[in-house]
């Protein structure tokens, strides 16, 4: 058992340090949906969190952030999706491509539904940058609001501190 785990730990980190080998793709089965862009999968006996590639939903407490979760477990809640080219981002993170059996891409069908930002940076997501584009002049999702707050800059409700007299 321990040997097992000790292969699949080695095989994942090859997958992760080695990008050109991140083609890698499996079948797993969704356990759960924690935002628009981040999920649980239960694959060979293990459940991991993976965020989806190349997008970023709004958070759960900004406007549109439990939307974007509530079409993300339409999507895919408790169904069998395809995961390709997983990979660590720069926070850590798993990230990965999630497609449904019938090959649609769940980061593209949220921007296009205009629940998500495309990430910049490289060409490989210009499909993404080109829906994004079409959400924004159709006033989809979170764009029908002139000035929707990205969650790398969203703050948030200030919690209100509790003073104490002595």
Known sequence: MAIRHLIMAAVFTVVVVYPALSWAEFVARVVAVHE???I???H???IEV???KGIDCPQLKQP???KAKQVTQAYVGTREVVVRGIQR???GQIVADIFLPDGRNIAYELIKEGLAWSQRGGNE???YRDEEDLAIAAGKGLWADRNPIPPWKWQGPKKGRRKFSN
Request: no cysteine; aromatic share 4%; charged share 35%.
């Open 125 to 127: 997501r210009q499909t």
């Open 64 to 66: 549109y952030g439990n």
């Open 44 to 46: 060979k006996g293990r």
């Open 89 to 91: 981002n720069r926070e």
């Open 40 to 42: 649980s999968i239960h």
């Open 50 to 52: 993976i965020a989806l």
């Open 36 to 38: 628009g862009d981040r």
